[in-house]
């Protein structure tokens, strides 16, 4: 099969070194000629360029922009392809991207396979980054049939696992499990970087261990992902923000009423159900 990749960063990169291992022929665009000479060199790609209209040839494209040009780079692609192509993406949002790149190509698929790194950019890219992770594809209803099942074997082929739901299903689902922790990792880090005392804020530097690592990383990744996560999925960003304010204020009340059976008991129910996210 012929595949398309418009962006050539860590997911484009990554889904193009596993689509060639398929024996699938795969073309790049890139904005910038360096990093397709980049793809090539790294056996992302067969080809690639800065034009779009280079992919006038292939069956799929898959377009691994950031949210914000997801649209218009579906627009701007439709007229260079053959009718029967299928357009998906990659984009954490759903709801803000389905409806409106289905009013340029019908034949658009929107998916979001659950995979990343903290580093960005082609040479972060790694083949084998999808296996075993969740892939989800939304389909709106009058998606035609055949385009869904051709992104549904592309993802299994990446030793994926695939889930199939409602843009809006899919966006208050992602909401709780990426993009809600962004945005409190972020506050996390807000709030050390707020402590008054110049010595307490740098001895906290200094001690920082796997506890900070790992409940820092996501809010301290790409600030362009973050802030598109928040801008494109905002209402259920907002709705998961607040039940977990509710959760903190909760905490904070047992605290303050010295509670320490209600403490332990939450936090034995979440040792039990941590699990069952992961």
Not at 48 to 73: D, F, G, K, R
Request: hydrophobic residues 45%.
């Amino acid at each position: 099969m012929k595949i398309g990749i418009v962006g050539l960063g860590l997911i484009g990169g990554s889904l193009g070194l596993d689509f060639r291992r398929l024996g699938h022929q795969v073309f790049g665009v890139a904005r910038r000629l360096e990093t397709c000479t980049q793809a090539i060199a790294a056996g992302a790609v067969d080809q690639a360029t800065t034009t779009l209209a280079s992919l006038n040839t292939v069956e799929v494209v898959m377009v691994c922009t950031p949210i914000a040009m997801i649209e218009p780079t579906v627009k701007e692609i439709a007229p260079h392809l053959a009718a029967d192509a299928v357009i998906t993406d990659v984009g954490s949002v759903k709801g803000a991207i389905a409806a409106a790149a289905s009013q340029h190509w019908p034949r658009f698929v929107g998916g979001h396979p659950m995979a990343g790194k903290t580093e960005v950019g082609l040479a972060a890219a790694e083949a084998h980054l999808f296996r075993d992770r969740a892939y989800v594809i939304t389909p709106l209803p009058q998606t035609p049939a055949d385009a869904v099942e051709t992104v549904q074997t592309l993802a299994t082929d990446l030793g994926a696992r695939v889930f199939t739901c409602d843009p809006t299903v899919h966006d208050r689902a992602v909401a709780w499990i990426s993009h809600l922790p962004v945005m409190v990792s972020s506050s996390l880090i807000q709030a050390c970087l707020h402590e008054p005392d110049e010595q307490v804020r740098y001895l906290a530097q200094q001690f920082a261990s796997s506890g900070f690592r790992d409940t820092s990383r996501v809010g301290g990744g790409n600030p362009e992902l973050g802030m598109m996560m928040a801008r494109y999925n905002q209402a259920e960003v907002l709705r998961s923000l607040q039940t977990y304010r509710e959760e903190l204020d909760h905490l904070i009340h047992q605290l303050q009423e010295k509670d320490w059976a209600a403490i332990e008991h939450t936090l034995a129910e979440n040792q039990a159900a941590r699990p069952s996210f992961l």
